[in-house]
C-alpha cells in the first residue's frame, strides 16, 4: 500500500488549508516536500486553476500555485518522491502546451511525474482563456488521447474534433518511456468512465468508503467491456489524520488515536482493491506537520499491509 500527500500552502481552499497556511511560503514548501522523500511518501501533489472568480474567492482563496512550477521547483530538492499534478485542469490548454510543460517537468525530475488530470468545474476560468465549458468532458477525452500521442514521439500526429497536429517536434522528451501515467480524477460517472477506458489510475474525489467498491468495480467492469488489458491504479483520499491523541479540536471526520487503531482502520482501504491512498494531516504548524508525516512513516505505514 502506497500512500501520497497534497502538498499544504499551495492551495489554500478553506475545504482543507490550515491557519498556518497563509503566512508560510516556498521555504514551507522545500522543508514539507524533503520530509516526504525520507518518509517514504509515494508522491507530493500540487492542484491547478489558473485564475478564481471573485464569487468563489472566499471560500476558494485565489492562492493557487501553478503545478508545474511547484513541482519542478520541489523536483530539485528532493530524489526519490514522486511528483503528481493533482489534478491538472487540462483542458485550459492546448495539448501541446500541457505535453511540452509536463514532459519537461517529468525529463528534469528523471522521470518522476505522474500526470494527474480533470475537467475543471469553474466556468468563468474556462470563458477567461477561451475554452469550452460546456465540452469540456469531451475536450478532456480527446486531450488525453493527444497527450499520449505526444509523449509517444518526437514528432506526434493526432488528427480529432478539436485539436489537430502533425509535422511538429517536441524535446526534451519525457524520460519515462512513452510519457508519464495518466491518472484520471473525479467521481463522477462521466470520470470514472474516463478513468476506465483512458487512464493509467484513478483519482476519487471525496468518496466516501461505502461508495468506493461500486466505483471499483464499476471501473474494472468498464475497462474489460473496453478491452484495456494494462493494470490500473486505484487510489483514494483518506479521512483527515492525527497520529495520537489531540489536545485542540481536529474535527469530527479526522480519524484520530494510537497508530495501530489507525492502521487498522485504514487497512479497509486496500481489502476495496485501493493501490494508494492520498493521506492529509490536521496541524497548526509546518513542525507539527511534520512531525505527523513521520509518525505516520514510521508507526501507521508498515502495517497497512498486514
Given amino acids: 500500500m502506497r500512500y501520497g500527500m497534497q502538498l499544504p500552502v499551495q492551495s489554500l481552499s478553506t475545504m482543507y488549508a490550515e491557519p498556518w497556511e497563509r503566512e508560510a511560503g516556498p521555504a514551507?514548501?522545500?522543508?514539507?516536500?524533503r520530509a516526504a522523500d525520507r518518509c517514504g511518501f509515494d508522491y507530493i501533489a500540487s492542484c491547478d486553476h489558473v485564475a478564481i472568480p471573485r464569487r468563489l474567492a472566499d471560500a476558494m482563496s485565489t492562492t493557487w500555485y501553478d503545478p508545474v512550477a511547484?513541482?519542478?521547483?520541489?523536483?530539485?530538492?528532493?530524489?526519490?518522491?514522486r511528483l503528481l499534478s493533482h489534478v491538472a485542469v487540462?483542458?485550459?490548454?492546448?495539448?501541446l502546451i500541457t505535453a511540452k510543460a509536463y514532459a519537461t517537468l517529468d525529463h528534469l525530475s528523471g522521470g518522476r511525474l505522474v500526470l494527474g488530470v480533470?475537467?475543471?468545474?469553474?466556468?468563468?476560468e474556462f470563458d477567461a482563456v477561451g475554452a469550452d465549458f460546456a465540452r469540456r468532458g469531451p475536450v478532456l477525452d480527446e486531450t488525453i488521447d493527444a497527450l499520449r500521442a505526444a509523449f509517444a514521439e518526437e514528432f506526434p500526429e493526432h488528427?480529432?474534433?478539436f485539436f489537430d497536429f502533425a509535422d511538429l517536434g517536441q524535446r526534451p522528451r519525457p524520460a519515462q518511456p512513452g510519457g508519464p501515467p495518466i491518472w484520471v480524477g473525479g467521481s463522477s460517472p462521466a470520470a470514472v468512465r474516463r478513468a476506465a477506458v483512458r487512464g493509467d489510475g484513478w483519482l476519487p474525489q471525496g468518496d466516501p468508503r461505502d461508495k468506493l467498491p461500486p466505483q471499483i468495480a464499476r471501473i474494472r467492469e468498464l475497462r474489460e467491456a473496453a478491452g484495456v488489458t494494462a493494470p490500473i491504479e486505484i487510489g483514494t483520499i483518506a479521512e483527515p489524520l492525527y497520529i495520537?491523541?489531540?489536545?485542540?479540536?481536529?474535527?469530527r471526520r479526522t480519524?484520530?488515536?494510537k497508530p495501530d487503531a489507525l492502521a487498522a482502520s485504514l487497512r479497509e482501504y486496500p481489502a476495496m482493491g485501493v493501490g494508494q491512498i492520498?493521506?492529509?494531516f490536521r496541524s497548526r504548524s509546518r513542525d507539527e506537520l511534520i512531525e505527523q508525516m513521520e509518525a505516520f512513516a514510521a508507526d501507521v505505514a508498515p502495517h497497512l499491509d498486514a
Avoid at 511547484?70 to 518522491?81: H, I, M
Avoid at 480533470?118 to 468563468?124: I, L
Avoid at 495520537?244 to 474535527?251: A, D, I, S
Fill in 28 to 33: 514551507d514548501l522545500v522543508e514539507i516536500a
Fill in 70 to 81: 511547484t513541482l519542478a521547483y520541489l523536483a530539485a530538492v528532493t530524489t526519490n518522491v
Fill in 90 to 95: 487540462a483542458g485550459l490548454r492546448h495539448p
Fill in 118 to 124: 480533470g475537467a475543471g468545474h469553474v466556468e468563468e
Fill in 159 to 161: 488528427h480529432g474534433e
Fill in 244 to 251: 495520537g491523541e489531540p489536545t485542540w479540536k481536529v474535527g
Fill in 255 to 257: 480519524l484520530h488515536g
Fill in 278 to 280: 492520498q493521506v492529509r
